[in-house]
């Protein structure tokens, strides 16, 4: 094996399909907001990139809870399948190759939520995203315990 300063052909070959098969790891991929719309729901769009195995942006943040209406299109030559989460209820699309589907979600908690393609493996090769909501759980959810100390 040789080692290089050049690693951008590496990870070139490490996000195409049927290479490697690696994918891009969560985390590696830009990250975006969701823009809240005056009714208070929320927007979003995320994109498989053509032969990439990966969503773009791999994550994305919600500024509340909420109703997030997330769109997803898939430019890639292969079908996948996103597995979205709702309030303990998934949603499921099925994308065939360059096509593009919409899902109405609910995530009233603050948390990272983890979506995927369960298609294949297309999950183990990289085809995983998240959907992060900062802020406090609300008072009647917490745990009876004491306070706990803060940075």
Known sequence: MTTTGDRSGLEEGLRKQNT??????????NVGHAEEQADGSMTAEVR???????????????????????????????????VLP???????????????????????????????????NDEGRGLTGAIVIGGEVPDDAKEDRPPQPRP
């Open 20 to 29: 490697t098969g690696l994918g891009k790891l969560l985390g590696s991929g």
């Open 48 to 82: 498989i990139p053509e032969d990439e195995l990966c969503y773009e942006p791999g994550t994305i943040i919600l500024p509340h809870g909420g109703k997030l209406v997330l769109t997803l299109k898939n430019d890639d030559k292969n079908t996948h399948c996103a």
């Open 86 to 120: 709702s309030n303990g209820d998934p949603k499921i699309i099925w994308l065939v190759n360059h096509s593009k589907g919409t899902a109405t979600l609910y995530l009233d908690g603050p948390g990272t939520y983890y979506y995927g393609s369960t298609t294949g």
